[in-house]
Each structure stands twice: as C-alpha cells, then as structure tokens.
Nanobody
Framework: QVQLAESGGGSVQAGGSLRLSCQTS?????MGWFRQAPGKEREGVAA????????YYADSVQGRFTISQDNAKNTLYLQMNSLKPEDTGMYYC???????????????????WGQGTQVTVSS
C-alpha cells in the first residue's frame, strides 16, 4: 500500500514561486503530480521514475517546474517558478508501485492519489 500526503499549496501572485511536498510511504517506482482547475479536466504536470530520477514534464510547465525526490525523507517535491494564473488548481501527488520505465510519464496512469493541495495564482 502507498500513502501520499501533499502540502505546500497556497496563494501567490503571477511570477512567484511555490514548492509542493508529498510525504510518501511504501515502495513506488513512478511518482507524479497532476492538477485540476475548476471546470477543466485533470492534467498531468510532471513525473519521476524513482529508481534513476528521470523526470518528465508536460509542455505547459517545461522549464518552469521541477520535480524531485528525497529518498531519505520519503518525500516528493514540485518546485514551481514563474507561476501563471493558468497554473491555478488543485494539485495531486500520485504514485504507481511497479511501473516500467517506459510507462512512467507526466500523463501516465497512477493507482495511488493524495487528497490534493490548492494552488492559486493571481494576476
């Protein structure tokens, strides 16, 4: 079983930064972040293949967001810089236990989901 707990959301002005954290438990080979804005479909933001740290990003966040992991702390991070109003949404931490490296992607399929943390970016 994998348990996930996000933190770090909040309100920020456009151009600002936030860092999301996801405390995890249990083995997981692929982890990611998804977001969902009101009235919009959920979209994948970033993912990381945990055995080697290979990261994947959606085009909309490439160059602005960085996904990383601290294995000693069992924590996944999402550093978000140059935030835009369109980044507003509920952000979810996700995990898959036994993903093959070629299936781990920002738009992949994940079995385990956290409760989410709200990010609001004002213009």
């Amino acid at each position: 079983q994998v348990q996930l707990a996000e933190s770090g959301g909040g309100s920020v002005q456009a151009g600002g930064s936030l860092r999301l954290s996801c405390q995890t438990s249990g083995y997981r080979s692929c982890m990611g972040w998804f977001r969902q804005a009101p009235g919009k479909e959920r979209e994948g933001v970033a993912a990381i293949y945990t055995p080697d740290g290979t990261a994947y990003y959606a085009d909309s966040v490439q160059g602005r967001f960085t996904i990383s992991q601290d294995n000693a702390k069992n924590t996944l991070y999402l550093q978000m810089n140059s935030l835009k109003p369109e980044d507003t949404g509920m952000y979810y931490c996700t995990a898959e236990k036994w993903a093959a490296p070629w299936t781990c992607s920002a738009h992949g399929t994940f079995t385990y989901w956290g409760q989410g943390t709200q990010v609001t970016v004002s213009s």
